[in-house]
């Protein structure tokens, strides 16, 4: 098993580029979900997925958005991105009350 | 609103010092509270998983506890080694299911100096 899988690992945008980050698990996990880690702040939940098609937002919403086609992959997009989205990136997987983190992907917003 | 306090944020301690990371939640009605571990630019790694119903788990030299109706969680490491430095979080889940979210606190960055 892979585990979880994140690319890339760094990425450097310029103000109003948008990109996609790209995660992957294959222990056939129903939730999947995006965390943002910010000196200061902690870990703070983004979006969420309890399954193929089902979406929710977390606590930090505003900027991204994702969507779930599959049970393997979470994508989450940056459509405008702003400095304020600098941070490092982590999706996690698991069953009910566990969670499996990815190495993280640390984004650059000049 | 659940919250989540680590304190110390940061730890210095010579190696086979026997240590306590401590961590508090301010919202009782938990499912349950995971200790990780994060290794600088890495992602984290679960380390020991309490339900709401359990008071401990074990796992080699490292033993979590759990109070609910203080509102506490305990992290206990012992013999400390070098290879255990690291930053340690907790987090809570507020409720069973697959939409309950964890909580993370800010953690703890360990120093462990040989």
């Known amino acids: 098993n892979a585990g979880v899988t994140q690319t890339p690992k760094f990425q450097v945008l310029k103000t109003g580029q948008s990109m996609t980050l790209q995660c992957a698990q294959d222990?056939?996990?129903?939730?999947m979900s995006w965390y943002r880690q910010d000196p200061g702040m902690g870990l703070r939940l983004i979006h969420y997925s309890v399954g193929a098609g089902i979406t929710d937002q977390g606590e930090v919403p505003n900027g991204y958005n994702v969507s779930r086609s599959t049970t393997e992959d979470f994508p989450l997009r940056l459509l405008s991105a702003a400095p304020s989205q600098t941070s490092v990136y982590f999706c996690a997987s698991g069953p009910s009350g566990s969670l499996y983190f990815g190495p993280g992907t640390r984004l650059t917003v000049l | 609103k659940q919250e989540v306090t680590q304190i110390p944020a940061a730890l210095s301690v010579p190696e086979g010092e026997n240590l306590v990371l401590n961590c508090s939640f301010t919202d009782s009605a938990i499912y349950n509270l995971q200790w990780f571990r994060q290794d600088p630019g890495k992602g984290l790694t679960s380390l020991l998983l309490i339900q709401s119903s359990q008071r401990e788990q074990t796992s080699g030299r490292l033993n979590a506890s759990l109070d609910k109706s203080s509102g506490r969680s305990t992290l206990y490491i012992a013999a400390s080694q070098p290879g255990d430095s690291a930053t340690y979080l907790c987090?809570?889940?507020?409720?069973?299911?697959?939409?309950?979210?964890?909580?993370f606190g800010q953690g703890t960055t360990l120093q462990v100096k040989p």
């Open positions: 987090a809570v889940k507020s409720r069973a299911g697959n939409t309950g979210k964890l909580i």
């Open positions: 222990m056939n996990h129903e939730y």
